[in-house]
């Protein structure tokens, strides 16, 4: 059984440029989440799907950023004119069921010059 | 703002020695998980806990959850590199763990 897997591991761009991440979380989990974390940080909600609704946005989820699960399986995590402030890592997560627990990718690395 | 408050935020200490890093909140959790996170990775689930009380055990880590359910302790006897990591607590809210407030983290390195 595979686990969550997050492409790519590291994304580095400049200031301005939109990049999108790509989560395929563990196969038959209907729940996926997103998460930001920050150095010295743990990691930050920003959004949740069960199969292909997205139920709840963070705050932090500004307009830039947009989330989409398509059809229910794998889930791409967009931002548009990238900021200094979204160097962070980008994790993903899924569950099979709301009272089970998380299981997460390893992440992506995002870094912005 | 960050409801979870983990204590210490640092640890070093020579393997073999024992250690117990806390989990406190004001707020009243359904269920509470312990990650691991090394450098580059993602947190890996440990333990969840989901009754006031309990304790469960993970071979050398002991985990509690607090009989009113707003704090939890992990402690680990005898101490090895392999231990060094960050140990995040993270509360389930409601009924499900849909929403899931991590804490800071507290990390611990384990000197050969």
């Known amino acids: 059984d595979t686990g969550v897997s997050q492409d790519p591991r590291h994304k580095i761009t400049k200031r301005g440029q939109n990049v999108t991440f790509r989560c395929d979380p563990i196969s038959e989990h209907n729940r996926l989440y997103w998460y930001r974390q920050t150095l010295g940080q743990g990691p930050e909600f920003l959004t949740y799907f069960q199969n292909e609704a997205q139920l709840e946005k963070s705050r932090l989820l500004s307009d830039r950023f947009s989330a989409e699960r398509p059809k229910g399986s794998f889930s791409t995590l967009e931002i548009q004119r990238t900021e200094q402030g979204d160097s962070a890592m980008y994790l993903c997560?899924?569950?099979?069921?709301?009272?089970?627990?998380?299981?997460f990718g390893d992440g992506t690395r995002l870094s912005i010059l | 703002t960050q409801l979870l408050e983990q204590s210490p935020q640092f640890l070093s200490i020579q393997e073999g020695e024992n250690l117990t890093v806390y989990c406190n909140s004001s707020s009243v959790f359904s269920s509470l998980q312990w990650y691991r996170q090394e450098p580059g990775e993602g947190p890996v689930l440990l333990v969840t806990v989901v009754t006031g009380g309990e304790v469960k055990k993970l071979k050398r880590l002991t985990f509690q959850f607090g009989d009113a359910r707003k704090d939890s302790s992990l402690h680990i006897t005898a101490a090895q590199p392999g231990d060094t990591g960050l140990y995040l607590c993270?509360?389930?809210?409601?009924?499900?763990?849909?929403?899931?407030?991590f804490g800071i983290g507290t990390k611990l390195q384990v000197i050969p």
């Open positions: 993270a509360g389930g809210h409601q009924a499900g763990y849909q929403k899931v407030t």
């Open positions: 997560a899924s569950s099979s069921r709301g009272d089970q627990p998380q299981h």
